[in-house]
């Protein structure tokens, strides 16, 4: 899974190292966050193809979907982009897909954090009623076989939340319940990887795809402008320097869907 693609740099880096980590570490399926891809904010068909041209299964995104207005038709029409689940229903788009690779059955999963962000629906109870039709955790929690527990599937799911604390409330609701849960959004990867005891892997945050030497991928010297003196000026990519791929590289247990180990990857470009 792969953090936050940050602008032209962030298409760029990906498109130089995304093929190359795929077949160097044999990755089976790759899911890419897109929703900063549009010279920052949200996404554009020209993006969409460049992401999945570079290897991209499925592409999630979060609070910044919405920003191309033009884009949002192509949320209904294409299947492999996903805006946040728990938005409320009426919002154009889809907020989860199950599809097939390589004969086994994959499922992801976008939700997006509620502290510090918009109040849209709870993401807690919206992956209860994806997975069960009910919005109540279902009984079955101490399940040792993932797949079995859930629908079968291998169950991904991207995090689009700033508070670590409710990112890492949701990783221990899914635990046992998802094969990997990882956040999304703050762009500074975490190193807290890990195999929750129920057998899902977690990290809060994958960290972005972009410019590193600079505000979260956007231009240092416009964010210092922004914090000093609270104007909001126009936000623009960071142009120039290293640029990095940053995610997680997470390996399942074919049988029972769960986490056996991960690893951090920040694969960097000049
Ligand atoms: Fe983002």
Not at 101 to 121: C, F, H, P, W
Request: hydrophobic share 35%; glycine share 12%; net charge negative.
């Amino acid at each position: 899974m792969i953090g936050d693609v940050v602008g032209e740099p962030g298409l760029t880096v990906l498109e130089r190292r995304l093929p190359g980590l795929i077949g160097e570490h044999s990755a089976d399926f790759t899911v890419v966050n897109g929703e900063n891809a549009a010279a920052g904010f949200g996404l554009n068909q020209e993006c969409l193809k460049r992401i999945l041209g570079a290897g991209a299964d499925v592409i999630t995104t979060g609070n910044h979907v919405w920003e191309k207005r033009e884009f949002w038709p192509l949320l209904d029409k294409e299947e492999r982009v996903l805006r946040p689940c728990n938005y409320p229903e009426g919002s154009a788009g889809h907020g989860w897909i199950r599809l097939q690779k390589s004969s086994l059955d994959y499922m992801v999963v976008n939700l997006q954090g509620r502290e510090y962000m918009t109040a849209i629906d709870c993401p807690f109870r919206t992956f209860d009623r994806v997975m069960t039709g009910r919005e109540e955790q279902p009984e079955f929690l101490a399940s040792q076989d993932i797949r079995a527990a859930e629908c079968g599937a291998f169950t991904l799911v991207d995090f689009h939340a700033e508070s670590t604390r409710e990112k890492e409330a949701l990783g221990y609701y899914l635990d046992g319940r998802a094969s990997m849960v990882a956040g999304t959004h703050t762009h500074v990867q975490t190193s807290d990887e890990r195999v929750l005891p129920r057998g899902t892997g977690y990290i809060t945050d994958l960290g972005m795809t972009g410019i590193t030497d600079g505000v979260i991928g956007m231009d240092k010297a416009i964010c210092l402008g922004r914090a000093r003196n609270q104007v909001l000026y126009r936000m623009e990519c960071a142009a120039g320097g290293i640029s990095a791929v940053e995610g997680v590289l997470v390996e399942l247990d074919q049988n029972s869907g769960r986490a056996l180990n991960l690893r951090r990857i920040r694969s960097f470009a000049g």
